[in-house]
C-alpha cells in the first residue's frame, strides 16, 4: 500500500507544502480502492514522508462507520432517475425528458428560470387608492350578509383571504383551519406518504409508525412548536459585533499583518460562513464555490457573491488572507469538530460560532439597503449561499433588530423603516420525543440543508 501512495504523489507532484485544500483534490483518486486497513497504512506511510495531521487527512478522510460511499456512476443515475420520475410525476412527455439531458438545454432553461426569478424579486405593486389596507377593511365591515354581494365585494374577499380565483368556490374555514385551497405538492398534495418517505430516506420501521395517527399528531405538534420556536427567536447582538462596527474593522485590516481571531470571527460573519467553509470557501466571477452544504443534482454548483463586502476583490483578498493564516498555522481551523477555543473567544460578548452566520445574512440585507421585504429575503438566501431551486428557510433565521451603537435595540432598519418587533417566546425547549427521525423524514424543518 505504501508503494501506491508513492506513485501517486510522484505522479501528480504532491508535497507536504501544499494546502490541505489543494490536496483534498486528489482523496478520490488515491482512496477510490482502499480498504479501511488500507487507509490506516496509507495515512502511516504519509506521515513517514512529512505531511502534517492535517494534510494527511485532506488525503485520506476518515469513514464514517456503517456508511456506504457509492459510486460516481451510480450516483448520476440514481440522480437522472429520481429527476426523471420528477418530470414524469408533473405530467412532462418523453421529448421532455430526453431533452433534460442535453447539457445545453439544461444550461439555457436554467438562465431564463434564474433571470424570471431576478424580475420576479425587483417587481414592485404600488397599489391604488382604493386598494390600501384602510379602504379594504373600512368596506369590509361595512357589507352586509342579507344584501347580494358586489364584484367590489369579490375582490375585497379575494384579498381578505388571500385566495387565488380557482379557490373561490372550493376554500373552507373551519375549527381555526383553511382547507379546499388549490395548489400543494407531496405528502400534503395526496402523494402516497409511503413513497415520499422512503425517497427522503426513512426506513421501513419509520414509515410504519407514520400509520399510528396518535404518532403522526404528536410529530406535527413538535414541529409546529419548532418552527413557531424558530420564527420568534431573536438574537441581539452586542456592541462589539454591530454591522458599523465590524465594517470599520474590515476596513481596517492591512494583508500584510497577521489576521487575528477577531478577524477571522469579522470574515466569517462578512460572508455568511459557517465554520467548516473557512478554509474551502471561493470567490471568483461573481461567484462563490466550495461552500459545505447543498442537495440534489445541484450540490456544488457555484453561487451569486453577496456579503457584507460589496467589492468581491476586498472580500476575496481578506478570505484569502484568514485561509493562508490556516494553512501557515498563524490561525487554528474553526471547522475542526470539537474544538473549543473558537466558542472561549466569543463567549465573553454572548454569541455562539453560529450565530455569526446569522448576524452576517442580517447585516448584509441591510447594507445592500431592499426595497420591498421580499428582496430583503432574497438578500439573504443569496448570502447564506441557499440553493435557489428550493425554499429557503431564511425565516427561521433569528430577526437582528437594528441599533445605533450603545444603545438599546430600535426596531427599525438604517433607511427609518418600522420593523415589528418580535416579543420572546415562552414556549419551552423541545425535548427529544423519539420521533426524530419520523420528523427529519418529512423533511419539514431543515434549517440548513439549502
Not at 490536496?23 to 478520490?28: A, E, F, G, T, V
Not at 512529512?50 to 456508511?67: C, M, N
Not at 455562539?352 to 439573504?380: F, V, W
Request: aromatic share 4%.
Amino acid at each position: 500500500m505504501s508503494s501506491v501512495v508513492t506513485k501517486i504523489v510522484i505522479a501528480y507532484k504532491l508535497s507536504p507544502q501544499m494546502s490541505p485544500s489543494e490536496l483534498s483534490r486528489y482523496s478520490d483518486e488515491l482512496t477510490k480502492d482502499l480498504s479501511r486497513g488500507s487507509r490506516d497504512q496509507a495515512r502511516r506511510r504519509l506521515r513517514q514522508i512529512g505531511y502534517s495531521e492535517e494534510r494527511v487527512r485532506a488525503l485520506v478522510p476518515f469513514q464514517k462507520s456503517g456508511r456506504h460511499t457509492p459510486k460516481v456512476n451510480s450516483i448520476k443515475d440514481l440522480a437522472q432517475s429520481i429527476l426523471k420520475n420528477k418530470l414524469r410525476k408533473n405530467g412532462a412527455s418523453d421529448e421532455v425528458i430526453d431533452a433534460t439531458k442535453d447539457r445545453d438545454i439544461t444550461e439555457e432553461s436554467n438562465r431564463l428560470q434564474k433571470m424570471r426569478r431576478e424580475i420576479l424579486t425587483h417587481q414592485k405593486l404600488d397599489p391604488p387608492d382604493h386598494f390600501t389596507p384602510e379602504v379594504i377593511l373600512e368596506r369590509l365591515q361595512g357589507y352586509r350578509i342579507s344584501d347580494s354581494p358586489t364584484e367590489q365585494a369579490l375582490a375585497d374577499i379575494i384579498t381578505m383571504l388571500c385566495m387565488r380565483p380557482a379557490e373561490v368556490t372550493t376554500l373552507r374555514i373551519a375549527n381555526g383551519h383553511v382547507m379546499g385551497y388549490a395548489k400543494g405538492r407531496g405528502i400534503d398534495k395526496g402523494e402516497p406518504r409511503k413513497f415520499q418517505l422512503r425517497k427522503n430516506g426513512a426506513s421501513d420501521e419509520v414509515i410504519d409508525a407514520t400509520k399510528d395517527r396518535d404518532i403522526t399528531e404528536e410529530s406535527n405538534r413538535l414541529q409546529k412548536m419548532r418552527r413557531e420556536i424558530l420564527t420568534h427567536q431573536k438574537l441581539d447582538p452586542p456592541d462589539h459585533f454591530t454591522p458599523e462596527v465590524i465594517l470599520e474593522r474590515l476596513q481596517g485590516y492591512r494583508i500584510s499583518d497577521s489576521p487575528t481571531e477577531q478577524a477571522l470571527a469579522d470574515i466569517i460573519t462578512m460572508l455568511c460562513m459557517r465554520p467548516a467553509e473557512v478554509t474551502t470557501l471561493r470567490i471568483a466571477n461573481g461567484h462563490v464555490m466550495g461552500y459545505a452544504k447543498g442537495r440534489g443534482i445541484d450540490k456544488g454548483e457555484p453561487r451569486k457573491f453577496r456579503s457584507m463586502e460589496k467589492d468581491e476583490k476586498r472580500a476575496c483578498e481578506l478570505l484569502t488572507w484568514i485561509q493562508k493564516a490556516i494553512t501557515n498555522g498563524i490561525l487554528r481551523d474553526p471547522g475542526i469538530p470539537g474544538i473549543k477555543w473558537f466558542n472561549s473567544f466569543l463567549k465573553p460578548y454572548g454569541i455562539k460560532p453560529s450565530d455569526l452566520r446569522k448576524l452576517g445574512a442580517n447585516y448584509t440585507a441591510m447594507i445592500h439597503e431592499p426595497e420591498n421585504p421580499g428582496q430583503r429575503l432574497n438578500i439573504m438566501r443569496e448570502a447564506l449561499r441557499h440553493n435557489p431551486r428550493y425554499v429557503s428557510p431564511v425565516e427561521h433565521y433569528a430577526r437582528i433588530p437594528y441599533r445605533a451603537i450603545g444603545c438599546e435595540p430600535v426596531h427599525k432598519t438604517p433607511k427609518g423603516s418600522p420593523i415589528v418587533a418580535i416579543p420572546p417566546t415562552s414556549k419551552p425547549k423541545v425535548k427529544n420525543s423519539g420521533l426524530d427521525d419520523i420528523m427529519s423524514a418529512y423533511g419539514e424543518i431543515s434549517d440548513d440543508d439549502n
